[in-house]
């Protein structure tokens, strides 16, 4: 199994900065996944990062609002950026596993913008 | 576009009895994933279900995959207060590791 590092675990922000996530795995791997999970709600799909090429956003979600990077094959950030109230949710990495049989989260990201 | 449904979203049971959370998703995918989600927490993986008729259980848990069907079934048995939490299904799109999420199925244990 994967053992993955997200940082900050918490944070509180003020609206219209940005924060940085880090997500740290203990092993190579070729996909990163970004989730968000707004309060009482699902989780949803915010992009993939692949190392070397830019990451692929899902419908509703944009670059300039959430840049990620992959410089490597164990580390991704994604940053929130330009912040409102409206962002306010806990965020995810997850990563494939197993030979693509297993999906890992890491502990996640409650973000609380005021 | 896949889509994933659970039912109920919302459950509450006695403490002993038996139930089943019911997760339908639209196109095909031979990837289905069970979580279990404390409150505040991350999520903690329950099981993988990778072919047709796979069953697995753990504990008092038990959960199947009907591909035809597009269904799968977490069914609880002899439940307890632990159990109390929410599960989430999700389906693997086009086997790329992205995962599409059911809503989730909020689970309360009486005693």
């Known amino acids: 199994s994967a053992v993955i590092s997200q940082k900050p675990s918490r944070d509180i922000c003020q609206r219209g900065t940005s924060l940085t996530i880090q997500c740290q795995v203990d092993s190579q791997v070729t996909m990163m996944f970004w989730y968000r999970q707004q309060p009482g709600q699902s989780l949803t799909l915010i992009a993939t990062a692949n190392q070397g090429s830019e990451a692929t956003y899902e419908s509703g979600f944009v670059i300039d609002k959430f840049p990620i990077s992959r410089p490597n094959l164990t580390f991704s950030t994604l940053t929130v950026s330009n912040m409102s109230p409206e962002d306010s949710s806990i965020y995810l990495c997850?990563?494939?596993?197993?030979?693509?049989?297993?999906?890992?989260f890491g502990q996640g990201t409650r973000l609380t913008v005021v | 576009e896949l889509k994933v449904e659970q039912n109920p979203l919302f459950l509450s049971m006695q403490e002993g009895k038996n139930y089943t959370i019911y997760c339908n998703y639209s196109?095909?995918?031979?990837?289905l994933y069970w979580y279990r989600q404390d409150p505040g927490k991350s999520l903690e993986s329950l099981f993988v279900l990778l072919s047709n008729g796979a069953v697995k259980q753990e504990g008092r848990l038990m959960a199947s995959l009907d591909t035809k069907a597009r269904l799968s079934t977490l069914h609880i048995t002899a439940a307890v207060h632990d159990l109390s939490a929410t599960y989430f299904c999700a389906v693997d799109k086009g086997n790329t590791g992205k995962l599409i999420f059911g809503q989730g199925t909020t689970l309360q244990v009486k005693p």
């Open positions: 997850s990563v494939e596993g197993g030979g693509g049989t297993e999906a890992f």
């Open positions: 196109t095909t995918s031979d990837r």
